[in-house]
C-alpha cells in the first residue's frame, strides 16, 4: 500500500510560480514512479508529467513542456513539480499518483496509476 497527499497549491498571476509536493507513505515509494495529472471543471483528468522509480526518466504532457520540471527525493520519500510561468489554462485540480507495482519507468496513462492523493487546487488569474 502506497498513500500519497499533495500540497503546495494556491492562487497565483499569470506569469507566476508554484511548486506542489507529493508526500508518500507505506512501502518503499523509492520503488515507485510517480505521475502528476490534472483535472480542470468540466474535463476530463489529462498527464502533466511523470517520473520513473530512480528518477533517471521524466515525460511531460507537451502543454507544460519547457515550464514545468518534476522530480523526487527517495530519501525523503517526496516527490515535486515546479511550476513556472504559469497560465490561466493551468488551473485545475493537481493529482499525484503512484503505480500498483515497483520498478516502471512511468506511463502517461491514468489507467496505469493504482494509487491516487485527494489533489490540491491551483488557480492562475489575474
Known amino acids: 500500500q502506497v498513500h500519497v497527499v499533495e500540497s503546495g497549491g494556491g492562487s497565483v498571476q499569470p506569469g507566476g510560480s508554484l511548486r506542489l509536493s507529493c508526500a508518500a507513505s507505506g512501502r518503499t515509494f523509492s520503488s515507485y514512479a510517480m505521475g502528476w495529472f490534472r483535472q480542470a471543471p468540466g474535463k476530463e483528468r489529462e498527464f502533466v508529467a511523470a517520473i520513473s522509480w530512480s528518477g533517471g526518466s521524466t515525460y511531460y504532457a507537451d502543454s507544460v513542456k519547457g515550464r514545468f520540471t518534476i522530480s523526487r527525493d527517495n530519501a525523503g520519500n517526496t516527490g515535486h513539480l515546479q511550476m513556472n510561468s504559469l497560465k490561466p489554462e493551468d488551473t485545475a485540480v493537481y493529482y499525484c499518483?503512484?503505480?500498483?507495482?515497483?520498478?516502471?519507468?512511468?506511463?502517461?496513462?491514468?489507467?496505469?496509476?493504482?494509487?491516487w492523493g485527494q489533489g490540491t487546487q491551483v488557480t492562475v488569474s489575474s
Open positions: 499518483a503512484a503505480p500498483g507495482g515497483p520498478y516502471t519507468s512511468g506511463s502517461y496513462r491514468p489507467k496505469d496509476y493504482y494509487y
